[in-house]
């Protein structure tokens, strides 16, 4: 690939001989996309971008001759305009739109060769479906980061600019196949519909721990609709409030959909709170709420083609009968306007359960087709469930199984996404339940830990203006509003506000988990109890989050890696903990690691500006000091504090109660609470 980084207008290294398309037109939302995009990166908060609708990319592709994968255009409502340098075939797949090469109407799904010095237009898509794709004759050659083209356009890397494209772009063209086929044949193109129905998997957290069996049955009985505020990091959806199998979500946050934080699937359905999202390509990694069920990844094409106001009806099948990703033909199922089922797999999506020793249980969780949740013990938060987590992480990294694809940890939990056409599911539990007996005792756990300095805003201009936002457009009369650092203290049961400071700017965080919202960010925990603020997460989650605020949500800390959507409590803001210079090739691009200490120092908005401004430029690097994270240690000392810890909780409790009980009063909770 060429390790050219293409700017605006700027001419790349293959573009003396011009072959290379300019952009006239950029079109609503056209990314560059490769498939299957960013793997590998999900632990440290990178998503796999790439296409929405792997589908119509990849088809498109195998018509043209090219390697199924290569890197194409994606198009969201309404297309570019492109002039080709010489000329060259394309095969424009996905959504019905209106194509032209030159005025002249072409056809969707078939190969048609674009003279030298002629435009290809794609117009407005008139449904039903919401994306096209332009595939190209030997792709698109473009740098890749982190190994892979795919624009992420939120982490502003990919695609060659890290953004959508724009008028005057140049995109340089890859060689061309040999053989290039007439199209794609009728019997492989999806279907696309305004009323779909989605193969789903139970779990990974369904009934009746988490819901109830009526919520069960409502959500696998509904027909949803698409909300109008959905994208590439999720498609929002419209339907019935869940009544909840319980009243809360203990350390985790007042809200019942909130838990410990975890890592999640691209397909699965998240109730952040009581709004489900269908989370994207571009969706976080990890995350504090419940997922109920998830897309299988051969139905996941079907979320790039969901439009608002469409309707979606989930369909449970059983996991090892589930279509593979793999197939591009009849196989895959996608000219079904139906999914055909006769049930899933009636386990709540619960695979399996062990016990790690005799105080410590092992729950095996279901998560889509291709992935598994490990979980260790009771949901409450202890660092030596952490330490397992660990143990285990480092093990499977260490034998390196082929079949196994991501291993992402969260703060009791590893998540495992796995090839089922390289490794079995069976196969898989086998592997884990041998490494169970292999792993060192969590309380040996020693591990470096730097501690890393850095600078905290207090309750930052920018905070407050996503606070503003959120009023204005999504909810006015939440109880955090319109103040977080308030509603903290009040949920703890401090007596003013200078107590949270004062709390926050003790406290030694250590980092459990990386890519809590994206790129590096941290989902952190004071190592001292008496100074874990606990508070619950915004419902429904704010739509916009400065990049680097700093929030609190259940017992944990969130640096946010960049702009986006969110729902931690703010407390501030900070420095950049994505290094955006790295070409991530030589260094990585993330500040933090796993079992890292962050201690804050207090600085001025104006200050703050500067500091970032100065990073941003290549300098400004933080101060850190080499340690390590004993785990017994860490034990001793809540055995010889146990009486003043037991005496912050209690008090603690009683202030989450009380705001509970005026949750209940207001309306905020369900019946059921």
């Known amino acids: 690939m060429s390790t050219v ?39 440290v908060g990178v998503p796999p971008s790439g296409p929405m609708d792997d589908l119509s990319l990849r088809l498109g592709n195998r018509a043209l001759g090219n390697d199924e994968g290569a890197a194409g255009l994606e198009c969201t409502l309404a297309g570019p305009a492109l002039r080709f340098g010489v000329a060259t075939s394309v095969c424009v797949t996905g959504a019905p739109a209106t194509v032209t090469v030159d005025g002249r109407p072409v056809r969707q799904w078939r190969t048609v060769v674009v003279p030298a010095g002629a435009v290809l237009d794609i117009g407005a898509i008139h449904g039903p479906g919401m994306r096209t794709y332009v595939l190209i004759a030997g792709g698109l050659n473009l740098p890749e980061y982190l190994g892979s083209t795919a624009t992420f356009t939120l982490g502003r890397f990919g695609g060659g600019t890290g953004a959508a494209l724009r008028s005057g772009d140049r995109l340089p063209l890859g060689a061309p ?78 809200h019942p959909s909130n838990i410990h934080d975890t890592a999640y699937s691209v397909g699965a359905l998240d109730f952040t709170g009581d709004t489900p999202i269908l989370l994207g390509p571009d969706g976080p990694s990890l995350g504090g709420f419940v997922c109920p069920v998830t897309v299988v990844a051969a139905e996941r094409w079907k979320l790039g083609q969901l439009c608002p106001g469409d309707t979606v009806r989930f369909v449970p099948v059983r996991a090892d009968r589930a279509a593979s990703i793999r197939a591009l033909g009849p196989a895959r199922r996608a000219d079904w306007p139906i999914v055909l089922s006769d049930g899933g797999d009636g386990d709540d999506g619960i695979i399996a359960r062990a016990e790690a020793d005799d105080t410590t249980s092992i729950t095996y969780r279901r998560a889509g087709d291709d992935g598994i949740l490990v979980e260790y013990g009771d949901m409450t938060l202890d660092l030596g469930l952490r330490a397992r987590v660990h143990a285990l992480h480092h093990h499977l990294l260490e034998h390196a199984e082929p079949g196994i694809t991501e291993l992402t940890p969260g703060i009791r939990s590893l998540q495992i996404r796995f090839d089922p056409q390289r490794l079995s599911r069976p196969k898989l539990l086998q592997l884990l339940s041998e490494a169970e007996s292999a792993v060192p005792a969590a309380t040996e756990l020693v591990v470096p830990s730097r501690t890393v300095h850095l600078p905290l805003s207090w309750d930052d201009p920018a905070t407050r203006e996503a606070i503003t936002r959120y009023m204005h457009g999504v909810r006015a009369d939440a109880p955090w509003c319109p103040w977080n650092i308030e509603f903290i203290r009040r949920m703890n049961g401090l007596s003013t ?30 190592t001292d109890p008496r100074h874990r603020l606990v508070t619950t997460k915004y419902n429904p989650a704010r739509t916009w989050t400065p990049e ?42 993330w500040l933090l690691r796993y079992f890292d200490r962050i201690r804050w120092y207090p600085v001025g908005a104006e ?48 202030a989450f109660a009380t705001e509970r009980n005026s949750w209940r009063a207001a309306g905020e909770l369900s019946e059921r609470d």
């Open 5 to 43: 980084q293409l700017e605006k207008g700027v001419v790349g290294a293959t573009d003396i001989d011009g072959s290379a398309i300019e952009v006239l037109r950029p079109g609503m939302l056209t990314t560059v996309q490769d498939w299957p995009g960013r793997v590998g990166y999900w632990n």
């Open 177 to 254: 196949p040999r053989r290039i086929g007439s199209g794609v044949p009728m019997a492989d193109q999806p279907v696309l519909s305004h009323r779909w129905e989605l193969a789903v998997t139970e779990g990974p957290h369904g009934a009746p721990e988490f819901f109830t069996r009526e919520d069960m049955n409502t959500l696998l009985g509904t027909d949803y609709e698409v909300h109008f505020n959905s994208d590439r990091t999720g498609v929002r959806l419209i339907g019935p409030k869940p009544r909840w199998a319980r009243t809360d979500g203990g350390e985790a946050g007042l």
């Open 497 to 526: 506000v200078a107590d949270v400071f004062d709390t926050v700017f003790a406290a030694e965080y250590l980092v459990l988990g990386l890519g809590d919202v994206y790129l590096g960010a941290p989902v952190a925990t004071p």
């Open 548 to 589: 680097n605020a700093v929030g609190i949500g259940g017992a944990y800390l969130c640096i946010y890696g960049m702009e986006g959507p969110g729902g931690y409590q703010f407390v501030g803001r900070t420095t950049q903990v994505w290094n955006h210079r790295s070409s991530g090739r030589d260094e990585n691009p």
């Open 607 to 654: 200050e703050l500006l500067d500091m970032r401004a100065d990073i941003a430029r290549g300098g400004g690097e933080p101060r850190i000091e080499e340690g390590e994270f004993r785990l017994a240690d860490h034990r001793e000392f809540l055995a010889a504090n146990s009486e003043s810890i037991a005496g912050f909780r209690a008090r603690q409790a009683e």
